[in-house]
């Protein structure tokens, strides 16, 4: 019942591998939120600038042809 009017792909792989490598990298979270019920404990900018400044390098806005991600754009018929 869908038309595709538009889609592109974006993500692209080396963003997945930061993403992927976040999740184990992350695991000392689960500490603080089974311990203050709080993912980050102290949730300013200040404390994750370190995360901010190695995942922004990989942040990239606009369409990808290599991403691993697509969006479709449609409209119902």
Do not use: M, Q
């Given at each position: ?29 689960l500490f ?27 942040f990239r ?10 969006f479709f ?5």
């Open positions: 019942g869908f038309a595709l009017d538009r889609c592109w792909t974006y993500y692209a792989p080396d963003a997945l591998r930061v993403t992927e490598w976040g999740h184990y990298l992350g695991l000392p979270s603080w939120r089974l311990a203050a019920g709080r993912w980050i404990l102290v949730p300013e900018r200040w404390n994750l600038w370190l995360t901010e400044r190695h995942t922004r390098a990989h806005p606009e369409p990808d042809p290599d991403g691993v991600c697509t754009v449609t409209h119902k018929n």
